[in-house]
């Protein structure tokens, strides 16, 4: 294994918004007389805007248009969002960690764009982003291979020079499909997921074992 680049996802892996997607999910389906379930839930994750909001629709057959109900759930989770957000355990810790390690690295999330740019201001560290791909940049959401295809272009990487870091099965598929080096890193709301074909699967972002993939770091 030879790294020359990270791609990370964002939610549920950096910070803790599947949390928050769920209580958008609740709201939407109180108002139609149905209840948001984590199995609802685990059909949505890692998939962009319309694609997300299908699942919703087809799992209640609901008679929503997709793209005004894409757009009420936007409202939600815009209002919920910085309220609400919080980041996953040991994330500094690895950014820090990402940073020492000479690699670039980037986000690659199924998130739309405009809440991106909400949350990267919170941080400090969206100044290292090597690059930045949102939903908005595919035509094909996870698990379809496209966001780390793209990933990989941007890095100037071979797939197989990636490594990926991942919460989701969706996701996971996506990176395997491309070829990259995929670790997942599952949580609360994903733990039941199936990681086929990943290198590892991570306790958390401060796992020695993710740690240990990454060269050592350069002012050591």
């Known amino acids: 294994m030879h790294l020359r680049g990270v791609a990370l996802d964002m939610d549920g892996l950096l910070f803790d918004t599947e949390r928050i997607y769920?209580?958008?999910?609740?709201?939407?389906?109180?108002?139609?007389?149905h209840t948001f379930t984590l199995e609802l839930q685990q059909k949505m994750m890692g998939r962009v805007g319309l694609s997300a909001v299908?699942?919703?629709?087809?799992?209640?057959?609901?008679?929503?248009?997709?793209?005004?109900?894409?757009?009420e759930s936007d409202d939600v989770y815009g209002d919920l969002l910085?309220?609400?957000?919080?980041?996953?355990?040991?994330?500094?810790?690895?950014?820090?960690?990402?940073?020492?390690?000479?690699?670039?690295?980037?986000l690659a999330t199924s998130s739309r764009r405009k809440f991106v740019d909400m949350i990267l201001p919170t941080t400090e560290?969206?100044?290292?982003?090597?690059?930045?791909?949102?939903?908005d940049d595919v035509t094909h959401g996870k698990p379809n291979?496209?966001?780390?295809?793209?990933?990989?272009?941007?890095?100037?990487?071979s797939p197989s020079e990636m490594l990926v870091l991942?919460?989701?099965?969706?996701?996971?598929?996506?990176?395997?499909?491309?070829?990259?080096f995929t670790v997942a890193v599952p949580n609360e709301h994903?733990?039941?997921?199936?990681?086929?074909?990943?290198?590892?699967?991570?306790?958390?972002?401060?796992?020695?074992?993710?740690?240990?993939l990454l060269p050592q770091p350069t002012n050591a």
């Open 166 to 180: 991942e919460d989701s099965g969706n996701g996971s598929k996506a990176a395997v499909s491309a070829g990259a």
């Open 125 to 135: 560290w969206s100044g290292d982003l090597a690059f930045i791909l949102t939903g």
């Open 190 to 212: 994903t733990r039941s997921h199936v990681f086929e074909e990943v290198q590892l699967i991570a306790d958390s972002l401060a796992d020695p074992r993710l740690w240990e």
């Open 82 to 106: 910085l309220e609400e957000l919080r980041p996953m355990p040991g994330l500094a810790e690895w950014i820090d960690r990402l940073r020492t390690s000479g690699l670039p690295f980037g």
């Open 22 to 33: 769920f209580q958008v999910g609740q709201v939407l389906m109180e108002r139609r007389g």
């Open 145 to 157: 291979p496209e966001m780390y295809l793209k990933a990989a272009d941007r890095l100037r990487v």
């Open 54 to 71: 299908g699942q919703m629709i087809d799992h209640h057959q609901l008679d929503d248009d997709p793209v005004s109900l894409l757009a």
